[in-house]
């Protein structure tokens, strides 16, 4: 039986496979198809302090082995998640991870600490990169300097590890993964999802009711795992890398490009149990090649 | 709700661009419920990538069945599917039609437009069942969208249709069918109206049924991510407490009743 754990240094999962904030709702709404302990963790969709109205539909739309979604954030806020769901999770052995969001720097470090003064929380997942809140997918994670900015109160504020999530859609990535750690980001998750667009050809109007959304799954993943490689062969903080695994090879790909650790997102939308099916082929892989230590296949790639 | 990633296809029939797949999964038909849907996937690869939500059609012992019409290339996949084969579904998901034990003896009309006359199928059964009088009017474009209009006459269902072109039924819209129902009159109006269709249609029906004050629920039909909540990308605008919100049609849906749905083009 190998030893599939890994320790992102302030968190120790007993897997690599986290289910990705957006993807997992708030967890509970996978409970049905899955029992959420076999996950390393999971990230719950991005809370903003207050409840949030979201984009007008339609909000997704299919794409060659991808999606394009512009949700736009809706959810419950804050104050909701701590009275209604947060003590239905805090019963879980599992990592759960709080994705923060905020229109401005002070509502980032609100959700923060708000959720601070609660229990059954492992660490924060700040969202600096949703494409779909603002203009041309406007973002923090856009430049080093609004990166450091949010990161920096951020921390400032937290009692908890913070892990920074950035956007794939600029020019240099690792860049803005180095000023997140510069500002103290314990983690870097890559990546969000990439500013995309669909119009249909009959009446010429954009196929999302937001015009532009973010493109996830398969078809963005050897991108994704080039972003995953260039970072993590730069940073000094763990990288938790995503973007379009779909299988247990894929996980090992970004492991192997320098993860610590893997998202699996739009994979749970098609398959709510996606998660245990592939973390079941990453223990197949272990066993077949006779890995004692998963985490001895981090950035092992030969170049 | 379950995953079944082996529901055995045991029956197919086919109508030009219409399906009706029947097959068996005990544990989803046990708890099926008319308005209910399921989410079926369509391919073992991610292209294409999402389940194609389609509505519960029948139900007979232990098998479920679905009907659709072949819109793109994932219902033309699912018609290429054939008896002996399996497929893999999630389901019974989200919120079906109110059938309440009260509606036993008294009048209900379905309005069902096209493909809308799925999960209509399903629950003429169920308040045939219950002992309500159940009547069916079921419009489309032409003759070739009524495919289900022999075997709901052959069943013995109280049943009228339209067309647009008039090639069978009265011609003109399945709206104005209904009009023409609830002016004949004859007995009591109905206790509840119950209809799927495109939007403007259900529209239509829901501005129907509040100048007549007739209690109506509408099946909403909706792209999907997930199915089950998670994702948030089938939303509604729908009135609750006087506050109108987008709501998720997965899991509070498909089924709303008519006057919380909010329209982008407000009826007048």
Redesign the interface.
């Given at each position: 039986m190998s030893d599939l754990s890994v320790d992102l240094g302030f968190l120790k999962l007993k897997n690599p496979i986290l289910a990705a904030s957006?993807?997992?709702?708030y967890g509970l709404?996978?409970e049905?198809?899955l029992d959420l302990n076999r996950l390393g963790g999971f990230v719950v969709?991005g809370l903003y302090y207050g409840p949030r109205?979201?984009n007008?539909?339609?909000?997704?739309v299919?794409t060659?082995?991808?999606?394009i979604?512009a949700?736009g954030l809706?959810?419950i806020g804050v104050e909701a998640f701590i009275a209604k769901v947060l003590p239905k999770l805090q019963a879980l052995d599992t990592a759960v991870i709080v994705n923060v969001c905020g229109a401005s720097e002070e509502e980032y470090v609100r959700v923060v600490e708000a959720l601070d003064a609660e229990e059954g929380i492992a660490a924060y997942e700040i969202n600096i990169s949703c494409p779909n809140v603002k203009k041309d997918g406007a973002c923090p994670a856009f430049s080093p300097e609004s990166t450091r900015a949010v990161v920096r109160e951020v921390k400032r504020a937290s009692r908890r590890p913070v892990i920074v999530k950035l956007s794939p859609n600029v020019t240099d990535i690792v860049e803005i993964a180095l000023a997140a750690q510069e500002a103290g980001a314990d983690a870097i998750a890559l990546v969000n999802t990439f500013l995309a667009m669909a119009i249909d050809v009959e009446t010429r109007r954009p196929k999302l009711g937001n015009v532009l959304g973010g493109l996830s799954?398969?078809a963005i993943k050897p991108i994704a795992l080039r972003m995953v490689y260039q970072v993590a062969s730069r940073v000094k903080v763990p990288v938790i890398g995503m973007g379009g695994i779909?299988s247990g090879a894929d996980v090992l790909e970004f492991m192997i490009a320098g993860a610590r650790a893997v998202q699996v997102g739009?994979a749970?939308?098609?398959?709510?149990?996606a998660c245990p099916r592939i973390l079941g082929e990453v223990e197949d892989f272990c066993r077949r090649k006779g890995i004692e230590r998963l985490e001895d296949i981090i950035a092992t790639v030969k170049t | 709700?379950?995953?079944d990633p082996e529901a055995r296809i045991v029956g197919k029939e086919s109508w030009g661009d219409y399906f009706l797949l029947t097959f068996d999964s005990p544990a989803v038909s046990a708890l099926a419920r008319p308005g209910q849907f399921l989410m079926i996937?369509v391919s073992d690869e991610?292209?294409?990538?999402?389940?194609r939500p389609l509505g519960i059609h029948s139900r007979k012992d232990k098998t479920l069945g679905v009907f659709f019409k072949v819109a793109g290339i994932g219902t033309a996949l699912l018609a290429r599917k054939t008896p002996g084969e399996t497929l893999d579904l999630?389901g019974p998901l989200g919120k079906g039609f109110s059938i309440d034990p009260c509606l036993a003896g008294k009048p209900v009309l379905a309005v069902g437009g096209g493909r809308g006359i799925a999960p209509l199928y399903f629950l003429a059964w169920e308040l045939r069942a219950l002992g309500a009088s159940i009547k069916i009017l079921y419009g489309g474009r032409t003759q070739a969208d009524l495919p289900l209009a022999d075997k709901l006459r052959a069943e013995g269902f109280d049943f009228a249709c339209s067309t647009d072109d008039g090639t069978v039924g009265r011609r003109g819209l399945v709206t104005e069918l209904m009009e023409d129902e609830l002016k004949a009159g004859g007995g009591s109006p109905p206790a509840l109206v119950c209809a799927c269709g495109p939007d403007p249609m259900l529209q239509a029906v829901a501005l129907i049924a509040r100048d007549k004050r007739l209690p109506a629920e509408l099946s909403l039909e909706?792209?999907?991510?997930?199915g089950?909540?998670?994702?948030?990308?089938?939303?509604?605008r729908i009135r609750r407490d006087g506050k109108a919100?987008?709501i998720k049609i997965c899991e509070d849906g498909p089924v709303f009743p008519a006057e919380s749905v909010v329209w982008e083009k407000e009826s007048p």
């Open positions: 957006g993807t997992f709702g709404e996978f049905p198809f969709k109205e979201g007008p539909p339609p909000r997704l299919e060659p082995s991808g999606l979604n949700i809706q959810g799954g398969p779909w739009t749970n939308l098609v398959d709510p149990d | 709700m379950f995953k996937k991610p292209y294409p990538l999402l389940r999630l909706s792209r999907m991510g997930c089950f909540g998670a994702c948030w990308g089938c939303v509604q919100e987008w």
